[in-house]
Each structure stands twice: as structure tokens, then as C-alpha cells.
């Protein structure tokens, strides 16, 4: 997994205080996880609780994806668990934030991530997927 | 080879804050044919961790070339031609024939900001007094709240206690004075720049953190500053103009304010009343709904429309002591609406504001808006800066989140908001 660069868009969002863990999942299967630290501690205490929870999510997500759900959440104790679904697919961008995290700022690296991973799941061969913009910034005119 | 105006946006996504500023740097000016007249610089508070912002400026030092004019400091993200972001970088570098460019700098901002606001201005009035061009601009940035930390308290947005309220509202004019901890004080300085020079168009924006309001930095070319005041001045023969605005609403609620405390930064009582609970009333909020955690999600989008001069000003309420409500800028007594905002108003508030500048063909733009509308919107923050590349095209924009913003022009007068969108732009005039 090391070399994977969806993986690599993960442990971006890792870096980020308040995501205390991100994986790309679908019902029954995490895809891909973090591949540096994996997720902070503070999740490990409520992650059965939480992984259960999200199954039944992507119960959901399954049935309406295909007609154009796209965000889901829900709060579990003190956390947030966000899903940013993949179009037309049953998988989506999964993380865990504290309830009272600044939401508003994550969202905004949330959704640059899924565009991220997208590009590279359209384009899985090329050598060049730029990792966090740098090679749409360098090609662009501004 | 008739020489243009070039605008290029720099960013960079790295988290090692050397790497960062080469990045930011190289990505701005390889495109250039000429070195930059002037480089603006946003960062988000990201690299203090990462290497530090000295090491962030010495990496765009290793690219930039030497004396070109560079201000800017850290914000809460950042909107540009390649998307939105509330981590990394970005720069806006321009180069032009026909265009004189100042910086200035004034210090102590949370101390004595009219100081600080004159000395910035000198710096800029001294510098552009000979140029030939009659079209000017000012950036004024500065650095934006920071909370203080009361003894036994910590930092908070909500104080219950009287006793501590008490306390705390001594403490918070002692912090301001003695370690610069408390409000900005950008609209004190923001006024003084504007008596000075009156001539300027100006765009204001302040610096912050990631939304928390502990720390925030300013960049004056190769230095790394706190509580300052930043000034970008620019005569050019390119057409501009600047405007504010906000797509807040009146609701029916009003109030009156009748008392004010902490040299009117506070709003004490209202309709004869203790301020706190007669808010809750006339909201129809149960007593103890405002908690710390609750402040964020519920009081933030309740701004309110006062009173400064004769002009309105809508702002939010980030802070609460007991009874007292503050407010982030001196206001007046008398009427208050209480307004209301929605995501969709919000971006009405950019169609309305690039509508403004039709008559313009722009060849860049810069904005200031407020950092809860980027909490607000989250990822919808894209659907404005979808707007904002429709308007634009393939010219450069930079548009910075801020905590306390405003434009001036001589015909419109100061506008000093909350949750607003301040554009200025530059081109040519098509009508």
C-alpha cells in the first residue's frame, strides 16, 4: 500500500488535527487506508461502534447513490463520521471528526481529497497524477 | 513586443514550509516575462508546525527576486483560480508597465492602532507621492483578533461567571494593552488609513489562524511579524474599482441598545434590559442554550446590523461575558437589527458583487471575505469559486478568508463588515 497514491491523499488528511482517521470504504470493506500512522488513538476506544454504524450508512448509500446522494454524516457520542459517496458507485471518502471540530474548514480539504482520489481512480495509469494539485498549478495558466 | 499586465497565481499544497514558499514562488513568477512588481502571500497557519514561517519566507526567498515588494500573513484558506483550500499556500504575483508600487509597515497594532495605521501609511503616501498614475489602490492587512487567555479561564468565547466576567472584561483592556492579546482593533485602524489617504480605493482583510483566533502572523518582505499592519499601495493607469457585500437580511426582530461598556466594543444592555438574556428572549432561546461548544453552531449566524458614524455595520458576536455581548469593532448605541443569512444568500452576494464590475475586463482581482462564510459553506465554497472563474477566466484571482474585512473607495465611502465578500478589480473599463 505504500506506494499507493490514493493512500497518499489519505495521509494528507491525516496530517490534519481534526481528522482522526480517513479510509476510502464501501459496505463490508475498507478499499484504502492511511498508509503512514493509521488512525489517531482517541478512535480505537469507539471504533467497533462506529465501523458498525457505518455499515448501515452504506446500506443507504448503496440504495441512492445511483440517483445522486452525495454527502452523508452522523454523529456517534462525541464524534462526527463523514461520507463523501464516489458518483455512482457504493464507495465513498469516510472520516471521523470530533462533534465540535471546525466542519466547515475539513469539508473544504474533504472534498478537494475525493476530487483528488477521482482523478486518480479515472486515470490509474498515469505516472504524473499530481499529488495535491502541484501539477495542475505548474500547467495551468493563472 | 507591446508589454502587458501578468498576473500569475502561485500555490503550493506541501506541508514542509521550505518547500512550501520555493513552490509557491516558483509557480508564480515562471510564467512571468518580466520580475514581479509586487508578490502578495497567504498562507494558512499549517506551517508554524512544519517548519515555521521564517522557513516559509526563506523558501520564497530562494526563488523571488530580490526587492520585489512582498506583504501578506497567515489566513484561514484561500479561494484561486485552481480551487478552494483551507491548507497550503498562495501567492499573486503581478508585473506591469504602467504601475508604482509601496509597502509599509506599522507595528502594535492591538496597542496603539492609530499609530501603527499612521506609520503604514506614511510609508505608502512617501512612496507613490511622485508616481504618475492616478489610479491607486491600498491592501491594508493587519493582524486580526487573538484570545486572550484569562488566568484560571483559559482562552474562551463564552464566560458564565460574573465574578470572572467582571474580571475578565479588566483583564481583556490590560491584555490589549500589555501583551496585544484581544480584539484586532482593524476597524480603528482601517478609519485612521482611510483619513490619510483619502484618495485610495482599499480593500481590507485581516489575519488569522484556523479559525480558532489564538495566533496569527504578518509576512513584510523578509520579515515574520505579530500584531502589525501591512500595507500593499499600488498607482497604476489600469481601471479599478472596489465593493463590499454580504446578502445579510433584516429579520423583524430588533432591539435597542442602551448601554455600551469596554470603550463600546461591548453591548451591555439592550432594551433597558442585561444584554445576554434579552437577546435569548427576543431569539426565543432557552436560558443556557449559549455554551462554549454551542457559541460556533448557533450565535455566529445571527449577526447583527449596528450602528458606526451613521453607518451600518453588520457584524457577528464572538464573544460573550455574562451579560455582555462583544463586538469586534467600536460601535454606536440605538436601533439594532438582528440579521440572517443563508448559503444560497451568500452566494448571491458574489453574483451581486462580480455584477458590480461587468463593465470592467478584468486583468486580476483580489478579495477579502469572511472566514465563516468558508466554515458556512464548507465544500460549497466551490460553487464560489466557480463564480469567481466565470468572471475571471483565464485571468488571476486571489481571494483570502479574514476575520473582519472591508473596501473603501472615495465615492462609496468605508463599508467594515462581518460575513462579507470584498472584491477589488483590475482592468480596463469596457463602458
Redesign the interface.
Known amino acids: 500500500m505504500k506506494d499507493d497514491p490514493i493512500a497518499e491523499v489519505l495521509d494528507?488528511l491525516m496530517?490534519?488535527d481534526d481528522i482522526l482517521a480517513c479510509m476510502v470504504a464501501r459496505r463490508n470493506m475498507i478499499s484504502v487506508m492511511p498508509s503512514s500512522e493509521g488512525f489517531k488513538p482517541e478512535v480505537n476506544q469507539i471504533w467497533d461502534n462506529i465501523h458498525r454504524a457505518m455499515d448501515d450508512v452504506f446500506g443507504v448509500i448503496g440504495a441512492y447513490s445511483q440517483i445522486g446522494l452525495g454527502?452523508m454524516e452522523f454523529r456517534l457520542q462525541d464524534y462526527e463520521v463523514l461520507f463523501?459517496v464516489f458518483p455512482d458507485t457504493e464507495n465513498a471518502l469516510v472520516a471521523i471528526v470530533p462533534a465540535?471540530a471546525?466542519?466547515?474548514?475539513?469539508?473544504?480539504?474533504?472534498?478537494?481529497a475525493r476530487r483528488e482520489i477521482l482523478r486518480i481512480m479515472e486515470g490509474p495509469k498515469k505516472e504524473s497524477t499530481p499529488?495535491?494539485?502541484?501539477e495542475?498549478?505548474?500547467t495551468?495558466?493563472? | 513586443m507591446e508589454l502587458q499586465v501578468e498576473a500569475k497565481i502561485g500555490m503550493s499544497r506541501k506541508w514542509d514550509a521550505r518547500e512550501a514558499g520555493r513552490e509557491v514562488a516558483e509557480t508564480a513568477i515562471k510564467d512571468l516575462t518580466c520580475p514581479p512588481d509586487f508578490f502578495l502571500l497567504f498562507a494558512t497557519i499549517h506551517y508554524e508546525k512544519y517548519g515555521g514561517f521564517q522557513e516559509f519566507l526563506n523558501g520564497i526567498w530562494d526563488v523571488l527576486p530580490e526587492e520585489t515588494p512582498l506583504v501578506g500573513g497567515t489566513v484561514t484558506g484561500f479561494i484561486n483560480n485552481y480551487g478552494c483550500f483551507s491548507r497550503g499556500a498562495s501567492g499573486l504575483a503581478v508585473s506591469s508597465p504602467s504601475i508604482d508600487v509601496a509597502v509599509g509597515v506599522g507595528k502594535n497594532t492591538k496597542r496603539n492602532p492609530h499609530r501603527a495605521a499612521r506609520q503604514c501609511a506614511e510609508m505608502i503616501q512617501n512612496n507613490l507621492k511622485r508616481s504618475p498614475y492616478k489610479n491607486k489602490f491600498l491592501l491594508n492587512f493587519i493582524s486580526g483578533p487573538v484570545m486572550p487567555s484569562i488566568p484560571g479561564v483559559g482562552q474562551k468565547k463564552y464566560i458564565r461567571s460574573g465574578f470572572v466576567s467582571k474580571f475578565a472584561i479588566k483583564a481583556l483592556g490590560l491584555s490589549q494593552a500589555l501583551v496585544q492579546k484581544g480584539l484586532g482593533r482593524e476597524d480603528e485602524i482601517f478609519e485612521a488609513t482611510v483619513q490619510q489617504l483619502p484618495d485610495y480605493k482599499m480593500i481590507l482583510g485581516t489575519s488569522m489562524d484556523d479559525h480558532r483566533g489564538m495566533k496569527n502572523y504578518q509576512f513584510f518582505n523578509d520579515k515574520i511579524l505579530t500584531n502589525a499592519v501591512v500595507n500593499l499601495g499600488i498607482a497604476t493607469d489600469l481601471d479599478l474599482d472596489v465593493l463590499t457585500t454580504h446578502g445579510m437580511k433584516e429579520t423583524d426582530l430588533h432591539f435597542t441598545i442602551t448601554k455600551l461598556g469596554a470603550q463600546n466594543h461591548a453591548i451591555c444592555k439592550i432594551n433597558h434590559q442585561p444584554a445576554v438574556p434579552e437577546l435569548l428572549r427576543l431569539l426565543d432561546w432557552p436560558e443556557g442554550f449559549l455554551t462554549e461548544e454551542t457559541m460556533m453552531h448557533t450565535i455566529l449566524y445571527y449577526p447583527i446590523s449596528l450602528r458606526r458614524n451613521g453607518r451600518a455595520v453588520p457584524v457577528v458576536m464572538p464573544l460573550i461575558m455574562k451579560d455582555s455581548i462583544f463586538v469586534p469593532c467600536i460601535i454606536d448605541d440605538g436601533e439594532v437589527s438582528i440579521l440572517t443569512v443563508s448559503g444560497k444568500d451568500l452566494v448571491n452576494a458574489v453574483k451581486e458583487n462580480l455584477h458590480f464590475f461587468e463593465g470592467i475586463q478584468p486583468e486580476f482581482g483580489l478579495f477579502s471575505a469572511c472566514m465563516t462564510i468558508l466554515q458556512t459553506l464548507g465544500d460549497k465554497t466551490n460553487i464560489v469559486q466557480e463564480e469567481l472563474c466565470k468572471y475571471f477566466k483565464d485571468k488571476s484571482f486571489l481571494l483570502f478568508y479574514s476575520a473582519g474585512e472591508g473596501t473603501y473607495s472615495p465615492t462609496k465611502d468605508i463599508t467594515y463588515a462581518n460575513m462579507s465578500f470584498n472584491t477589488a478589480v483590475f482592468g480596463h473599463k469596457t463602458r
Open positions: 494528507d496530517r490534519l454527502e463523501y465540535l471546525n466542519k466547515g474548514l475539513l469539508e473544504v480539504e474533504l472534498e478537494n499529488k495535491n494539485n502541484t495542475q498549478v505548474l495551468a495558466s493563472g
